[in-house]
């Protein structure tokens, strides 16, 4: 039968540069000056010589500036600056590396640069984005440069705001998404306030977060400052990307510029990623020419929006099975040779298997089990040959263990694997004569053939339990893409999808490079709202519809992301997994308890999340955010994913609460 959609299909299965003045009492603004008349001129980031740009004309000073906190009583001879300050240089220096966002939770560490970007740079290019904790500021940045391509920047508050920020920093240096962390301080210990200025500055900030960014910098002056932003954003593109982290002192935030003084920001370089060695490849050519059952293996492959075409490309010219191990959006799901669900019958028949920017090459080629011991197996055949094409190698930090366990492969070849596909295209080409072109083609011919029933297989798994109350993972995924596709819409699919037993993978139709983000990589909890946030602020520009399937427990971590939505107007839809509980910890103390021959009816002790139960949908409503639920009933899951999309198409956050079974 011909299946026209999941639901559809399921129902027939069912039946149913400091030089001011140096004086203490000059040393800093004390109160603002007044809003300025006239925005800062835009560098353009091709320039090849940018320079400071003049102060722009000031209003009157204010009779009566605002005081609050720890700031100090207004004097009746207040000291005020005329000319461009520190701060306006630095928004310069963003301006000129195309930053369009800068997130934030406010801090007075780096008060100086936010009153340039909001008055000397009038909020535009970059913008603010407010938050309410640094570890949604962060993430944001990391589900933003997934879907944009490009960096966004966060400023953290000082030693405090740099510890709130360290996990999604985590998060993203697994991921190898690149992100500008610019860190407040004050580094002069003579220019402290007493009290809490001290605890919240440092002489070596990074070394907080320096085992997991690609770079750090803390400048002595402006000068250094511009040439040290401009590094950061080109180590952080730079194939294995990461974020990098800048500190940005206060003194030179709030300083006057001397009008002698020459600044200048340096043009970005005009990058090429690196490309495998050309003999490596052809080598690798021949193996995979040669092989009688050879296999892709995806891992963080895709980096640009080339990626999913150029991979097709590379497994239509070999007419070789894929297996996408979902860390980015590396290939379409629906593709004849995607044939990702049955990889472990692929890994099992495989002569050689070529391994595309592995997060894991140990975990993908062998078996871990989880017994004490944890005695493992290999997924694949004795004689197999095994190719890493890849990049992470190139980014080891002796501390933090993101690189995995070492496994021998035949042949390693040291590159970004997007940007070597186009040649190892050719090599293969290349290599191909016209007796093993026959054969090729003949066993592409059977593993698109074998493709055809793999919908009707996952269909009929999604039928089970599917009036299920609470509601099964599969109805819910299924009926929040029975409404993205009668939208028509394009969409981004932002959260992880393991927690849903992969659902969205199977059932949704992804054939755009930004349908999916792939995965943390990291695993910090608390990491898919903000990151989806992020995800969304760079889809609002295009119309894109950004769904997060959402976990209970990490929206709970940062629930404050949903003001930040309402507040800036994101356009998002979170669907709510409310299953109630931390189930993966859930299963662990399982798993413990039964080893332990203890019973497993005490697990839930630590690892639920009710009595009381979370009302997310009123949870929502209080950051200003529409909702519904909570929703238990199957029945009601459709019309209420219809409502909620209608208020996101009108540029508005919306979020679903569903009950649901575990996974």
Same mark, same amino acid.
């Given at each position: ?117 909001? +008055? ?63 860190? =407040? *301080? ?46 950061? @954003? ?62 892709? /293996? ?54 050689? $298997? ?22 493992? &197996? ?22 933090? &263990? ?22 190892? $295209? ?32 996952? @269909? ?8 299920? *109350? ?5 109805? &819910? ?40 983000? =792939? ?31 959402? =976990? ?25 997994? *409310? ?43 209080? @950051? ?8 238990? +009933? ?12 209608? /208020? ?16």
């Amino acid at each position: 039968m011909r299946l026209t959609s999941a639901t559809e299909a399921i129902h027939q299965i069912q039946g149913t540069g400091t030089v001011s003045n140096k004086t203490p009492e000059m040393k800093r603004r004390q109160f603002l000056a007044g809003a300025v008349a006239a925005p800062a001129v835009t560098l353009a980031a091709s320039a090849t010589r940018a320079v400071a740009q003049p102060a722009p004309a000031r209003a009157a000073v204010p009779a009566k500036p605002q005081t609050v906190g720890d700031t100090q009583a207004p004097s009746e001879q207040r000291i005020v600056t005329s000319g461009k300050v520190g701060g306006d240089f630095m928004v310069d220096c963003l301006r000129a590396l195309n930053i369009d966002f800068v997130a934030s939770c406010p801090g007075s560490t780096f008060r100086g640069l936010q009153e340039s970007l909001i +008055n000397y740079g009038m909020n535009t290019k970059p913008e603010f984005i407010t938050c309410l904790h640094e570890e949604v500021s962060a993430a944001m940045c990391h589900g933003y440069a997934k879907i944009a391509g490009k960096p966004m920047s966060c400023l953290v508050h000082g030693v405090v705001g740099t510890q709130h920020a360290a996990m999604p920093i985590y998060n993203a240096y697994c991921d190898q998404a690149p992100m500008l962390v610019m860190a =407040g *301080n004050v580094g002069e210990g003579t220019s402290r306030r007493p009290g809490v200025e001290w605890a919240h500055s440092a002489h070596d900030q990074a070394t907080i977060v320096r085992d997991y960014v690609k770079w750090d910098d803390q400048a002595a002056n402006l000068q250094d400052f511009a040439e040290g932003v401009v590094r950061a @954003y080109d180590i952080a593109t730079i194939a294995p990307m990461g974020p990098v982290f800048v500190v940005v002192d206060a003194d030179q935030q709030e300083e006057e510029i001397d009008p002698k003084e020459k600044l200048f920001i340096p043009k970005l370089r005009k990058r090429s990623q690196p490309m495998g060695d050309a003999v490596a490849v052809a080598e690798a050519a021949k193996m995979l020419v040669a092989a009688e059952n050879p296999v892709i /293996v995806a891992g963080r492959y895709q980096r640009t929006a080339a990626g999913p075409q150029l991979l097709a490309q590379l497994a239509d010219t070999l007419n070789a099975p894929v297996l996408d191990e979902r860390s980015r959006m590396n290939m379409p799901n629906r593709h004849p040779l995607n044939h990702t669900e049955r990889g472990a019958a692929l890994l099992r028949q495989a002569d050689v $298997i070529l391994c595309l920017e592995p997060m894991d090459l140990f975990g993908t080629l062998n078996n871990v089990t989880d017994l004490i011991g944890r005695p493992s &197996t290999p997924k694949i055949r004795p004689d197999a040959k095994v190719i890493v094409i890849g990049t992470t190698d190139a980014q080891i930090k002796a501390n933090i &263990t993101a690189y995995e366990r070492y496994n021998q492969a035949d042949l390693g070849i040291t590159g970004d694997a997007e940007t070597t596909t186009p040649s190892l $295209i050719q090599a293969i080409e290349k290599e191909i004569t016209p007796n093993r072109r026959s054969a090729l083609a003949t066993r592409g011919q059977k593993l698109r053939e074998q493709s055809t029933g793999f919908m009707k297989a996952v @269909y009929a798994q999604a039928a089970m339990g599917w009036t299920a *109350n609470p509601i099964s993972t599969a109805r &819910t995924c299924a009926e929040v893409w029975e409404q993205l596709k009668t939208s028509g819409g394009e969409y981004t699919m932002s959260s992880e999808a393991n927690f849903l037993s992969d659902w969205p993978y199977r059932l949704w139709n992804m054939d755009k490079p930004w349908n999916s983000m =792939g995965r943390s990589v990291g695993g910090g909890v608390g990491y898919t709202a903000p990151a989806s946030l992020g995800a969304a602020l760079a889809n609002k520009e295009h119309g894109r519809i950004t769904v997060s399937l959402n =976990g209970d427990g990490d929206l709970l971590m940062q629930p404050g992301t949903l003001w930040t939505a309402a507040h800036h107007e994101i356009p998002i839809l979170y669907v709510v997994h *409310n299953n109630r509980a931390y189930h993966q910890e859930y299963m662990h103390v399982q798993r413990m308890a039964q080893r332990n021959q203890r019973g497993i009816d005490r697990a839930h002790i630590g690892t639920t999340i009710d009595n009381p139960n979370i009302d997310f949908a009123t949870l929502a409503k209080s @950051y200003g955010v529409y909702s519904e639920g909570p929703i238990s +009933n199957p029945v009601d899951l459709g019309p209420a994913i219809t409502r909620a999309l209608a /208020v996101v198409k009108k540029g508005q956050p919306a979020l679903i609460d569903v009950v649901s079974q575990p996974r």
